[in-house]
């Protein structure tokens, strides 16, 4: 009775022979296919951006924050606007600027929360001060007082040069101390010499106020924007990404102009995401078919043969994409690399095919008969190729991880789809115009006389145990390996919303990866916000009523105090007249004389030591004004540096000093429909106490939270169950992709040994395939990580057609390697190798670990294909009665 795999080669070689006598049909009309099929894919293939349809919508995780978006949705699809100025004033300036003109746009914005900003903070932004700061900028202010009174009358440079000159004689005849004045002198001096280099200054009057303790953040403001979503295009957020850069180039927000507005957050990354994905998987995919080409060339030597396997590649290519569009509508930020792993597998294929009719060929058979031969010797174990590498894909399937379950499906079907074209097109087109009989072949590998060849032959017990002791030690370093949950570390680290994401990171002092839970009232949401910081793993909880101030009474009194000795800004009546030239130039003339005074006065201070340093660069100041052909306008330029920004800050304290008290209810609407439901649900903010870029810090973080609230939201659970989902996904297919291919491989073979002969290689190079990831520090990701079932399908193939050579064998048949099998396992790697390295070369993480795992589980499948599995091979008794273990004796 004839076994599965024989009745599978008839049936095959039959095909073939028909395929044959009707190759000029054949070629025509999967030629209309193809061009049909194309046109479909144009009009109904996308892309998906969106990470969150990477996962089942039914799991837990992404049922809570479901519900979460639902009660506060303003939350959720919004970019994330930074904008960085060289003061804290033109930072605000700039990003209420920006936010009002983002509001005027409802084409492209749904609306543009300025944290912080907007009338109601700027009445009340004392309030928000702890008690302790609040009285010492109290007494900062007290200090400060006669100098913001002499420059809200005459705010022009002749009126800041008379101040600074009068403060100075004032410190020398001991009226007063220089604690300010000093600070002043510095930045004057930091402008003047802004000016003499032709480069931008702005001075921050607030943090002259504040003595320059101000903090660097202060430079720098957020705002949260919700784009309208067109999602009938294939970048939903493109226009309005676009229309925030075109809005601030119009403002004049330049890295230029000194200030700076970049875009980060989940729009923006996936929006960066999906054009990195789309220019560099494209690239992939021709980087990829141009080296299977060249290898192809070096290994068939033959141009019918390479143009033929080529077209053949192309075409299945199509017909996958065309199945894609009609099966499932678009590609992910994972199954968008299905081209490369198409490419890398189906190619080999073709590449059996043709070797196997190449050999057959050169040994006297005529065209029609070498190509059922090649179909006979290699048509079953190219079919078990094709049903094994896609159980490796169709392994993901079932699992909840739905960007690579949509992948495995693609590349799946592709696999049949390759195998069908192999067999259909490939003999069609070679077909068309016959290779002549009995031609050989120069150049290519010649296995026979290299000594790799030998090597199992000679020393197979050598390699045997080499191969267990690498294999034990691969086992002792598979629990180290690491799976890095980080959604950033798949992305491309030069684009700008991962950078500015990164940055904030480093420089934020509160985590973007928080937690959220809502509580059905206020009240119960103070008690579950006492409990949950009382976690070890908690830094605060924040509520709506955080954001009322706390201590109003005595900040009011403080307020109250300094409002009566800081004067308003005067009326018109109380202005003085716009000094002429000559007065600006007297003015600057006379404190160059008051700092040579203090200079003369010997004194061991700051106020001395500045005014040492500012004389000198003042006088060239002068001497540059007096060769000028503008002076008023070098004036003008000088004057808008040091005192630009006064006018607003002495508005901003005015009505900072006129605060009332502020009760929830009088808190804004951006705040309220933030925290609290129409129906009164309140919304708590965790955040945690450590660094979560540590996993073990993470997941802590999170499960002890939910041991007090069990259902929560936000990016830390996000992040967490994504990468526990995907560590289930992966354990799931790895197994059910093992047990189906073992299972597959018996019923076909009904021979253990046999089975075992392949299995046995492939887990060998899976493990050292996971060691090498460990000692090289390349952890698994939410990209990478179908590289081991992967490998499982991959690996399996050239087993498969060792192991079926060797099952064939002539009896005089003793060195695999010698074998044009051997040959095209190895050309088949290589271009799986070149295939997948150019992945490798990709500045996407995700795209770039893929290609660099693949690539060396490609490179141990090999090795362990080619020398591992023939040592094996020697154990087996000879069906023909004959026993290889007398050369193992030998050896």
């Not at 998906?48 to 995780?61: A, I, K, W």
């Not at 000016?195 to 921050?204: F, V």
């Not at 101030?549 to 005595?554: I, K, M, S, Y």
Request: hydrophobic letters at 50%.
């Amino acid at each position: 009775m004839d076994s599965i795999e024989q009745i599978v080669g008839r049936r095959l070689t039959q095909w073939v022979g028909a395929v044959q006598k009707n190759a000029v049909l054949t070629s025509i009309g999967m030629a209309l296919a193809t061009v049909a099929i194309i046109s479909y894919v144009v009009g109904h293939l996308g892309i998906h951006g969106d990470t969150e349809s990477l996962f089942s919508q039914d799991l837990p995780f992404k049922q809570a924050e479901r519900r979460y978006q639902e009660a506060f949705p303003v939350l959720y699809e919004n970019m994330f606007v930074v904008v960085d100025a060289p003061t804290p004033e033109r930072a605000g300036e700039a990003a209420a600027s920006l936010a009002a003109r983002l509001e005027a746009e409802p084409r492209y914005f749904h609306r543009a929360y300025l944290p912080g900003g907007g009338e109601f903070f700027e009445d009340h932004a004392f309030l928000y001060l702890e008690t302790e700061e609040l009285e010492d900028l109290a007494d900062k202010l007290a200090i400060a007082q006669p100098y913001l009174a002499e420059l809200s009358r005459d705010g022009t440079l002749r009126g800041l040069a008379s101040m600074m000159a009068r403060g100075g004689r004032a410190v020398r005849e001991g009226d007063v101390s220089g604690d300010q004045l000093h600070a002043l002198f510095d930045r004057f001096l930091e402008a003047l010499s802004a000016r003499i280099e032709g480069r931008p200054y702005h001075l921050s009057w607030a943090e002259v106020l504040a003595e320059g303790e101000i903090d660097l953040d202060a430079r720098r403001r957020f705002l949260l924007v919700q784009p309208v979503l067109e999602f009938d295009e294939l970048q939903p957020a493109k226009n309005s990404i676009l229309a925030v850069r075109r809005i601030a180039s119009e403002l004049g927000f330049t890295p230029e102009s000194g200030v700076r507005v970049r875009i980060t957050g989940d729009v923006a990354l996936s929006f960066e995401e999906m054009e990195v994905l789309r220019t560099q998987a494209v690239a992939a995919g021709v980087a990829s078919l141009v080296l299977v080409g060249i290898i192809l060339t070096l290994g068939l030597r033959s141009f019918r043969m390479v143009s033929s396997t080529l077209a053949t590649l192309i075409v299945g290519l199509v017909w996958t994409a065309g199945f894609t569009a009609a099966a499932i509508g678009h590609l992910n930020m994972i199954s968008v690399c299905f081209a490369v792993l198409f490419i890398g597998l189906g190619v080999d294929f073709g590449i059996h095919l043709c070797i196997r009719y190449r050999e057959a060929l050169a040994s006297g058979l005529e065209h029609s008969v070498a190509l059922d031969e090649a179909a006979r010797d290699v048509g079953s174990s190219i079919f078990l190729c094709a049903m094994t590498t896609a159980i490796g894909f169709f392994a993901f399937v079932p699992t909840d991880f739905v960007g690579v379950a949509e992948l495995g499906l693609i590349s799946g079907t592709g696999m049949f789809i390759s195998l069908f074209c192999t067999l259909t097109l490939l003999p069609a087109l070679l077909s068309l115009r016959p290779i002549p009989t009995g031609r050989r072949y120069s150049g290519g590998v010649s296995w026979s006389n290299a000594s790799l060849a030998e090597l199992p032959l000679r020393h197979p017990r050598a390699i045997r145990a080499t191969a267990l002791v690498m294999g034990v030690a691969a086992v002792f370093l598979l629990p180290k390996a690491r799976f890095d949950n980080n959604p950033l570390n798949v992305r491309d680290p030069s684009s700008e919303s991962v950078r500015t994401f990164n940055e904030l990171l480093e420089k934020g002092i509160s985590s973007p990866w928080s937690l959220n839970a809502v509580a059905p009232s206020l009240d119960s949401a103070h008690l579950l916000a006492e409990r949950i910081e009382a976690l070890d793993v908690v830094e605060r909880v924040v509520t709506v009523s955080d954001f009322v101030p706390t201590d109003q009474e005595n900040k009011l009194e403080i307020i109250e105090d300094v409002a009566m000795f800081v004067a308003p800004p005067p009326g018109p009546d109380g202005l003085v007249p716009p000094p002429s030239v000559a007065e600006q130039l007297e003015a600057l003339a006379d404190l160059s004389r008051e700092l040579g005074r203090l200079q003369a006065s010997g004194e061991q201070s700051e106020l001395v030591a500045s005014a040492s340093r500012l004389r000198p660069v003042l006088d060239r100041y002068l001497r540059r004004l007096e060769l000028s052909s503008d002076p008023a306008r070098e004036i003008e330029a000088l004057q808008n540096s040091m005192l630009g920004s006064l006018p607003e800050q002495l508005r901003v304290l005015d009505a900072a000093l006129s605060a009332g008290h502020v009760a929830l209810e009088k808190l804004p609407d951006a705040i309220l429909e933030r925290m609290i439901t129409d129906d009164g649900r309140v919304r708590l903010q965790i955040f945690p106490r450590d660094d979560l870029n540590d996993h073990a810090a993470l997941a802590a973080f999170v499960d002890e939270v939910k041991t007090i609230t069990p259902e929560v939201a936000g990016s830390a659970s996000e992040i967490l169950e994504s990468g526990r989902a995907v560590v289930r996904a992966l354990t799931e297919a790895m197994l059910s992709a093992f047990v189906v291919i073992t299972l597959f491989l018996l019923m076909l073979w009904r021979r253990i040994d046999d089975t075992a002969l392949v299995l046995i290689p492939l887990l060998l190079a899976a493990a050292l395939t996971v060691a090498t990831a460990v000692l090289a520090d390349i952890p698994f990701n939410f990209a990478d990580v179908i590289v081991l079932p992967l490998l499982l399908g991959i690996g399996v193939d050239s087993g498969i057609h060792l192991v079926h050579r060797a099952r064939t064998a002539a009896a005089g048949e003793v060195n695999l390697l010698a074998t044009s099998t051997a040959r095209a396992v190895a050309y088949s790697a290589l271009t799986t190798i070149a295939s997948f390295g150019s992945l490798g070369l990709a500045t996407h993480l995700g795209l770039a670990t893929l290609g660099r795992l693949l690539t060396i589980g490609v490179t141990y499948t090999l090795i362990c294909n080619l020398i591992v599995l023939p040592a094996l091979i020697r154990l087996r008794p000879d069906r023909r009665g004959s026993s290889r273990r007398k050369s193992d004796r030998i050896a």
